[in-house]
T-cell receptor, first 111, second 115 residues
Framework: DTAVSQTPKYLVTQMGNDKSIKCEQN?????MYWYKQDSKKFLKIMFS???????INETVPNRFSPKSPDKAHLNLHINSLELGDSAVYFC??????????FGEGSWLTVV | GENVEQHPSTLSVQEGDSAVIKCTYS??????FPWYKQELGKGPQLIID?????GEKKDQRIAVTLNKTAKHFSLHITETQPEDSAVYFC??????????????FGQGTILTVHP
Protein backbone atom coordinates (compact mmCIF):
# COMPACT_ATOMS: atom_id res chain seq x y z
CA ASP A 1 0.00 0.00 0.00
CA THR A 2 1.41 3.37 -1.03
CA ALA A 3 1.34 5.77 1.93
CA VAL A 4 1.61 9.06 0.02
CA SER A 5 0.65 8.75 -3.62
CA GLN A 6 0.72 11.45 -6.24
CA THR A 7 -0.33 11.56 -9.89
CA PRO A 8 0.83 11.97 -12.52
CA LYS A 9 4.41 10.79 -12.06
CA TYR A 10 5.51 12.44 -15.31
CA LEU A 11 3.97 15.45 -16.97
CA VAL A 12 5.20 17.21 -20.11
CA THR A 13 3.26 20.28 -21.13
CA GLN A 14 3.57 23.48 -23.11
CA MET A 15 4.16 26.95 -21.73
CA GLY A 16 0.96 28.75 -20.87
CA ASN A 17 -1.01 25.62 -20.06
CA ASP A 18 -2.77 24.94 -16.75
CA LYS A 19 -2.08 21.62 -15.01
CA SER A 20 -2.85 19.87 -11.73
CA ILE A 21 -1.00 17.34 -9.62
CA LYS A 22 -3.03 15.24 -7.22
CA CYS A 23 -1.93 13.83 -3.89
CA GLU A 24 -3.53 11.41 -1.47
CA GLN A 25 -2.28 9.95 1.80
CA ASN A 26 -3.67 6.92 3.60
CA UNK A 27 -1.70 7.38 6.81
CA UNK A 28 -4.41 9.26 8.68
CA UNK A 29 -2.15 12.32 8.99
CA UNK A 30 -3.61 15.75 9.61
CA UNK A 31 -0.94 17.78 7.84
CA MET A 32 0.05 17.69 4.17
CA TYR A 33 2.72 19.54 2.22
CA TRP A 34 4.02 20.39 -1.21
CA TYR A 35 7.78 20.60 -1.70
CA LYS A 36 9.64 21.53 -4.88
CA GLN A 37 12.98 20.04 -5.94
CA ASP A 38 14.86 22.04 -8.56
CA SER A 39 17.37 20.86 -11.15
CA LYS A 40 20.18 21.08 -8.57
CA LYS A 41 18.18 18.78 -6.29
CA PHE A 42 17.50 21.54 -3.77
CA LEU A 43 14.32 20.82 -1.81
CA LYS A 44 12.13 23.64 -0.58
CA ILE A 45 8.68 23.79 0.96
CA MET A 46 5.91 25.50 -0.97
CA PHE A 47 2.76 24.97 1.12
CA SER A 48 1.44 23.10 4.11
CA UNK A 49 -2.14 22.37 5.14
CA UNK A 50 -3.37 21.24 8.53
CA UNK A 51 -6.90 19.85 8.61
CA UNK A 52 -7.65 21.54 5.29
CA UNK A 53 -6.38 24.91 6.54
CA UNK A 54 -3.42 26.65 4.91
CA UNK A 55 -0.59 26.92 7.46
CA ILE A 56 2.53 27.65 5.45
CA ASN A 57 2.63 29.58 2.20
CA GLU A 58 6.16 30.29 1.13
CA THR A 59 7.06 32.90 -1.45
CA VAL A 60 5.41 31.09 -4.33
CA PRO A 61 3.89 32.80 -7.40
CA ASN A 62 0.12 33.00 -7.13
CA ARG A 63 -0.06 30.90 -10.30
CA PHE A 64 0.36 28.01 -7.85
CA SER A 65 -2.79 27.24 -5.91
CA PRO A 66 -3.11 24.31 -3.52
CA LYS A 67 -6.50 22.85 -2.75
CA SER A 68 -7.36 20.49 0.08
CA PRO A 69 -10.83 18.97 -0.26
CA ASP A 70 -10.27 16.84 2.84
CA LYS A 71 -7.51 15.82 5.25
CA ALA A 72 -6.33 13.00 3.00
CA HIS A 73 -5.95 15.02 -0.19
CA LEU A 74 -3.88 18.02 -1.23
CA ASN A 75 -3.82 18.93 -4.89
CA LEU A 76 -1.59 21.46 -6.61
CA HIS A 77 -2.92 23.50 -9.49
CA ILE A 78 -0.55 25.54 -11.63
CA ASN A 79 -1.80 28.21 -14.04
CA SER A 80 0.02 29.67 -17.04
CA LEU A 81 2.98 27.33 -16.79
CA GLU A 82 6.44 28.78 -17.39
CA LEU A 83 9.72 27.13 -18.36
CA GLY A 84 11.06 27.81 -14.85
CA ASP A 85 8.31 25.72 -13.31
CA SER A 86 10.03 22.59 -14.58
CA ALA A 87 10.97 20.64 -11.46
CA VAL A 88 10.03 17.66 -9.35
CA TYR A 89 7.10 18.31 -7.03
CA PHE A 90 6.81 16.21 -3.89
CA CYS A 91 3.73 15.79 -1.79
CA UNK A 92 4.28 14.85 1.86
CA UNK A 93 2.28 14.27 5.03
CA UNK A 94 2.73 13.96 8.77
CA UNK A 95 1.10 14.26 12.13
CA UNK A 96 2.06 17.54 13.78
CA UNK A 97 5.48 17.16 15.38
CA UNK A 98 6.13 13.78 13.82
CA UNK A 99 7.98 12.25 10.87
CA UNK A 100 7.28 13.72 7.44
CA UNK A 101 6.67 11.13 4.73
CA PHE A 102 7.22 12.01 1.10
CA GLY A 103 5.55 10.72 -2.03
CA GLU A 104 7.45 9.48 -5.06
CA GLY A 105 7.37 12.81 -6.85
CA SER A 106 5.85 14.29 -10.00
CA TRP A 107 8.32 15.24 -12.73
CA LEU A 108 7.01 18.34 -14.48
CA THR A 109 8.63 19.45 -17.74
CA VAL A 110 7.44 22.64 -19.40
CA VAL A 111 8.42 23.01 -23.06
CA GLY B 1 15.05 32.13 8.67
CA GLU B 2 16.89 28.86 9.00
CA ASN B 3 19.88 28.08 6.82
CA VAL B 4 21.39 24.59 6.56
CA GLU B 5 24.79 23.92 5.03
CA GLN B 6 25.76 20.35 4.10
CA HIS B 7 29.17 18.92 3.23
CA PRO B 8 30.57 17.27 1.25
CA SER B 9 28.51 17.58 -1.93
CA THR B 10 29.91 14.27 -3.20
CA LEU B 11 31.43 11.37 -1.30
CA SER B 12 32.97 8.26 -2.78
CA VAL B 13 33.92 5.30 -0.57
CA GLN B 14 34.84 1.67 -0.92
CA GLU B 15 32.41 -0.97 0.24
CA GLY B 16 32.93 -1.63 3.94
CA ASP B 17 34.32 1.83 4.68
CA SER B 18 32.54 4.41 6.80
CA ALA B 19 30.92 7.55 5.43
CA VAL B 20 30.34 10.79 7.31
CA ILE B 21 28.19 13.70 6.16
CA LYS B 22 28.10 16.94 8.12
CA CYS B 23 25.53 19.72 8.42
CA THR B 24 25.40 23.04 10.20
CA TYR B 25 22.31 25.08 10.96
CA SER B 26 21.79 28.71 11.89
CA UNK B 27 18.55 28.95 13.89
CA UNK B 28 18.99 28.06 17.55
CA UNK B 29 15.21 27.45 17.76
CA UNK B 30 15.53 24.38 15.52
CA UNK B 31 15.04 21.23 17.53
CA UNK B 32 14.36 18.46 15.03
CA PHE B 33 16.96 17.13 12.60
CA PRO B 34 15.98 14.38 10.15
CA TRP B 35 18.12 12.71 7.52
CA TYR B 36 16.60 11.56 4.25
CA LYS B 37 17.90 9.19 1.58
CA GLN B 38 16.78 9.77 -1.98
CA GLU B 39 17.32 7.10 -4.61
CA LEU B 40 17.14 7.86 -8.30
CA GLY B 41 13.60 8.55 -9.44
CA LYS B 42 12.16 8.28 -5.94
CA GLY B 43 11.07 10.52 -3.11
CA PRO B 44 13.13 11.26 0.01
CA GLN B 45 12.90 8.51 2.63
CA LEU B 46 13.58 9.16 6.29
CA ILE B 47 16.49 7.04 7.53
CA ILE B 48 17.06 8.51 10.97
CA ASP B 49 16.23 11.62 12.95
CA UNK B 50 17.31 13.27 16.18
CA UNK B 51 15.71 15.78 18.48
CA UNK B 52 17.58 18.42 20.41
CA UNK B 53 17.16 16.70 23.76
CA UNK B 54 19.63 13.95 22.79
CA GLY B 55 23.18 14.08 21.51
CA GLU B 56 23.37 10.81 19.62
CA LYS B 57 21.09 8.21 18.11
CA LYS B 58 21.95 4.92 16.45
CA ASP B 59 20.04 2.50 14.27
CA GLN B 60 22.10 -0.49 13.10
CA ARG B 61 24.75 0.86 10.68
CA ILE B 62 23.47 4.42 10.84
CA ALA B 63 24.10 6.97 13.57
CA VAL B 64 23.49 10.67 13.96
CA THR B 65 25.23 13.04 16.37
CA LEU B 66 24.09 16.51 17.37
CA ASN B 67 26.11 19.36 18.89
CA LYS B 68 23.61 22.07 19.84
CA THR B 69 26.27 24.47 21.04
CA ALA B 70 28.11 24.41 17.75
CA LYS B 71 24.87 24.02 15.78
CA HIS B 72 26.03 21.05 13.79
CA PHE B 73 24.91 17.47 13.28
CA SER B 74 26.39 14.56 11.38
CA LEU B 75 25.34 11.31 9.75
CA HIS B 76 27.60 8.30 10.14
CA ILE B 77 27.18 5.18 8.02
CA THR B 78 29.40 2.24 8.92
CA GLU B 79 30.18 -0.85 6.82
CA THR B 80 28.85 0.82 3.69
CA GLN B 81 27.24 -1.30 0.99
CA PRO B 82 26.61 -0.53 -2.70
CA GLU B 83 22.90 -0.16 -1.94
CA ASP B 84 23.74 2.78 0.32
CA SER B 85 24.57 4.74 -2.85
CA ALA B 86 22.07 7.60 -3.09
CA VAL B 87 21.64 11.30 -2.36
CA TYR B 88 21.46 12.10 1.34
CA PHE B 89 19.81 15.22 2.71
CA CYS B 90 19.96 16.69 6.19
CA UNK B 91 17.22 19.01 7.37
CA UNK B 92 16.33 21.18 10.34
CA UNK B 93 13.04 22.37 11.78
CA UNK B 94 11.39 23.80 14.88
CA UNK B 95 9.02 20.90 15.49
CA UNK B 96 7.09 22.74 18.16
CA UNK B 97 6.70 25.99 16.33
CA UNK B 98 3.94 27.26 14.08
CA UNK B 99 6.14 26.51 11.09
CA UNK B 100 6.24 22.83 11.88
CA UNK B 101 6.81 20.86 8.68
CA UNK B 102 8.82 23.63 7.12
CA UNK B 103 11.93 21.52 6.82
CA UNK B 104 14.96 23.48 5.70
CA PHE B 105 17.12 21.09 3.71
CA GLY B 106 20.83 20.99 3.10
CA GLN B 107 22.12 20.90 -0.46
CA GLY B 108 22.46 17.13 -0.53
CA THR B 109 25.40 14.70 -0.66
CA ILE B 110 25.79 12.22 -3.49
CA LEU B 111 27.20 9.08 -1.85
CA THR B 112 28.75 6.44 -4.10
CA VAL B 113 29.84 3.13 -2.60
CA HIS B 114 32.16 1.18 -4.88
CA PRO B 115 32.05 -2.63 -4.66
Amino acid sequence: DTAVSQTPKYLVTQMGNDKSIKCEQNLGHDTMYWYKQDSKKFLKIMFSYNNKELIINETVPNRFSPKSPDKAHLNLHINSLELGDSAVYFCASSQVGDTIYFGEGSWLTVV
Amino acid sequence: GENVEQHPSTLSVQEGDSAVIKCTYSDSASNYFPWYKQELGKGPQLIIDIRSNVGEKKDQRIAVTLNKTAKHFSLHITETQPEDSAVYFCAANNAGGTSYGKLTFGQGTILTVHP
